[in-house]
């Protein structure tokens, strides 16, 4: 098998069929940047989990005299109330479980939110007396916030006990939402991909008939008839994958690491070191679709 004969048939190939093969190159770009976007999306939602999930704190509200919760009954935590609430966190019964214990009262908590909200309309709607004062409690483990919940909830002069790990929980739902989205627009377009691969391939093989008779005719082997078809699609995925993982990794420098990031320094984003973690695998997964597509279509179509 001469491997420049093969090569020279399959460049051949590719220039009788430039509108096909750009079909091709355009439609595995657009269902490889679609998976890549997905699984940068799943990574990005790992990355915040372990940068946000050891931050996190139980939030652990005292009743105010608007509070409607039953260890209220309308009427604000006391002295004693909010003593004995401390003194059962930084008990033995707990101490195992917690790490830090911070009180914020009402004109702390309003601070905060002015500090956080300070671009938000919400600023002009929300006044001091609003805010609950409260304990905020760091875990030693956040997975164990029902320890707290437990033995906090019942507790007079508690209003509620907010883990704000289910705060944050919201916003990858969201990001997840986003994800399959992704996933599912990326199976579509692979499907896409498959096939008109294979059509490109049927067309090509028609059009060439005529050789690959001729080199069946003179003895020429199965492998070194099919093999240039084969190197077609190869080639034409390829350089989808290639164009799918640069529009990743501009995505990713200039709309997440240059603005994202920037604007939001307190936020854990991925970086373009991902892009290329994930670029093997969209490669390899365009390799192994235009493969599979070409040998199938061969086998129907190119009887050797």
């Known amino acids: 098998m001469r491997l420049g004969f093969i090569l020279r048939e399959a460049v051949k190939g590719l220039r009788q069929n430039v509108v ?37 704190e139980v939030a652990v509200y005292l009743c105010d005299d608007t509070s409607a919760a039953t260890n209220c009954a309308g009427k ?37 939110f002015l500090d956080q909200y300070k671009n938000s309309s919400l600023v002009d709607q929300v006044k001091p007396d609003q805010l609950p004062e409260s304990f905020r409690v760091a875990l030693v483990d956040p997975e164990k916030y029902q320890v707290i919940n437990e033995a906090l909830s019942t507790v007079p002069g508690v209003e509620s006990v907010v883990d704000q790990r289910e705060l944050l929980e919201k916003v990858f739902q969201l990001v997840r939402v986003a994800s399959g989205a992704a996933a599912i627009v990326a199976a579509v377009m692979i499907v896409c991909a498959v096939l008109l691969t294979g059509t490109t391939i049927q067309l090509s093989a028609m059009h060439r008939r005529l050789e690959t008779t001729i080199m069946r005719l003179v003895g020429a082997s199965k492998a070194t008839i099919q093999l240039p078809f084969v190197i077609e699609g190869v080639i034409a995925s390829l350089i989808g994958g290639v164009l799918a993982t640069g529009t990743l990794w501009l995505l990713m420098k200039f709309l997440v690491e240059d603005k994202l990031a920037s604007e ?16 093997p695998a969209l490669l390899i997964l ?16 190119l009887k050797v």
Do not use: C, H
């Open 286 to 301: 365009g390799i192994v679709l235009a493969t599979i597509s070409s040998v199938v279509t061969l086998k129907r179509y």
């Open 76 to 112: 604000e935590v006391t002295e004693q109330q909010r003593n004995d609430i401390k003194s059962l966190l930084e008990s033995e019964q707990l101490k195992p479980y917690i790490k830090e214990i911070a009180y914020e009262s009402k004109d702390q908590a309003y601070k905060n």
């Open 20 to 56: 096909m093969v750009v079909s091709v190159v355009l439609v595995t770009f657009v269902s490889l940047t679609f998976v890549g976007a997905a699984a940068l999306l799943q990574l990005q939602i790992n990355q915040m989990k372990g940068y946000w999930y050891d931050r996190m």
């Open 264 to 279: 939001n320094v307190g936020v854990a984003f991925i970086s373009t070191g991902e892009v290329w973690l994930i670029a």
